[in-house]
């Protein structure tokens, strides 16, 4: 028998529908909150520069909670400490969930967002460490432009690239979760200034009576929620940052559920339920309270003003890592896996695709802001000029982005369309149904025919 040629390995390449619609429905609620991220941050900057802002400061250092407990925190720490481990519990949810079910599944298909998401770390970092090198005390922000913010990049998609494929906004996602994940290790190990071993060993026990109960399919909030609290609360009082418990919790919810014997059949497990239900509360609560308590920074208090504050070498660093260093970062890694593995780009898309798409990771906001306060200290000079920083190199990042989107906007709505004609109306677009499966199985995990027959 005559071997057949393998076929070269895709980037980009379109996925399985179940897979596209899974993306569409978290891209659909993330865009959605990214609007209410930007219009908190809009109305703590506006509210911070207008005459009632003392009643913002005001606010923002409100302290409550039992301090027997170390939680004496204020308005903002409690956003940034407690709200943000609600947004890091999702990211622990699609993080393990990519690595499970997902596309990180793959070694192959893993291999271009992974290595974008490093390249788009390691490149922001050296750039901000070079033009801080002669002030060791700056130093400390380098991981601060180093950050992706899906839901502002969301948001500006949905203004501006509504036609985008499906391969390049699943790539965008996965990249950012990558992101997020490099994120929370930085946090934990660089950001962690003092830490009581005690406190994090004792975290360990309500932990893994979370983690039994979910493995059993127990979703109860009466009982997990309980557990959910002490582990938060026991990683805080160790030093650790409290996001990381977060991400512990989301990790410990299992993707699958195993069939055993006499028992259900093997189907999803807890994660696709938690998701589907802290998704919208991070989303459209927790991310635009910790925006409106992060991004109000008084701008004629800056030690001269926005001109001043964003020629502070700081600020600089964060606005050419973010602007320069994420879009060289993303496209030098991404060229250097093709050129590795010998893929091509998939033929319906160009360089320019990809250099748009590198530009828009280039929005830096949630987590950008959270180590900006954890490197320099909340409400101190150089943090306002990390927000006012962020802020700038977001929006021209974002602006860059558009101009470079724009310019293929006729190609993707072509590609739009073929992605979501479906003249037979069974509910899956007829590109996805009459896609064949490729001889070595790097480009495309599934068939969509194959899926709907096997009744997944």
Do not use: C
């Not at 207008?50 to 039992?66: A, K, N, W």
């Not at 770390?121 to 130093?139: C, R, W």
């Not at 009459?434 to 899926?451: I, V």
């Amino acid at each position: 028998m005559t071997q057949q040629p393998r076929r070269t390995p895709l980037l980009f390449g379109r996925g399985s529908w179940v897979e596209a619609h899974r993306i569409a429905d978290i891209l659909r609620k993330e865009t959605i909150g990214g609007a209410l991220l930007l219009a908190g941050a809009v109305l703590a900057l506006v509210w911070a520069n207008s005459p009632p802002s003392d009643l913002y400061e005001s606010i923002r250092d409100y302290r409550f909670g039992p301090e027997a407990l170390h939680l004496d925190l204020t308005m903002a720490a409690w956003a940034s400490d407690g709200m943000l481990a609600i947004f890091f519990f999702v990211a622990g949810l699609e993080l393990k969930r990519e690595f499970v079910a997902g596309d990180l599944r793959s070694p192959q298909r893993a291999a271009v967002p992974i290595a974008a998401a490093l390249g788009g770390v390691a490149i922001p970092a050296i750039i901000f460490t070079l033009i801080n090198l002669q002030d060791g005390g700056a130093l400390e922000g380098w991981a601060i432009p180093t950050a992706t913010d899906i839901a502002f990049a969301l948001a500006v998609l949905a203004v501006v690239g509504r036609s985008l494929p499906t391969a390049l906004r699943t790539f965008l996602l996965t990249l950012a979760v990558v992101d997020d994940l490099v994120a929370i290790i930085i946090i934990a190990v660089f950001y962690t200034s003092s830490l009581s071993i005690a406190p994090l060993l004792g975290a360990l026990l309500p932990l893994a009576v979370f983690t039994w109960l979910v493995q059993k399919r127990v979703r109860s909030w009466w009982l997990l929620l309980p557990l959910a609290a002490a582990t938060w609360t026991l990683v805080h009082a160790s030093g650790v940052h409290a996001t990381v418990a977060g991400v512990m919790l989301g990790f410990a919810v299992p993707v699958l559920r195993s069939q055993q014997a006499g028992g259900p059949e093997a189907g999803p497990g807890l994660a696709e339920h938690f998701e589907h239900r802290f998704r919208p509360l991070s989303a459209g609560v927790a991310v635009p309270i910790f925006a409106f308590m992060s991004a109000g920074v008084a701008i004629n208090d800056q030690g001269g003003g926005l001109a001043t504050s964003l020629t502070d070498p700081v600020a600089l660093g964060i606005m050419a890592g973010l602007v320069i260093g994420k879009p060289v970062g993303i496209m030098t890694a991404t060229w250097l896996v093709s050129r590795f593995t010998q893929a091509r780009l998939d033929p319906s898309l160009t360089w320019t695709d990809v250099f748009g798409l590198a530009m828009l990771a280039g929005i830096g906001f949630t987590v950008s802001l959270l180590i900006g306060e954890l490197a320099f200290g909340l409400g101190s000079e150089r943090d306002g000029h990390v927000k006012l920083a962020v802020l700038t190199g977001s929006l021209t990042a974002a602006i860059l982005a558009t101009v470079v989107l724009r310019i293929r906007n006729r190609a993707h709505r072509l590609i739009q369309l073929a992605e979501t004609t479906d003249t037979d109306r069974d509910g899956i677009p007829d590109i996805y149904e009459h896609d064949e499966l490729p001889d070595d199985g790097s480009d495309r995990p599934a068939s969509p025919a194959s899926e709907k027959t096997a009744g997944t």
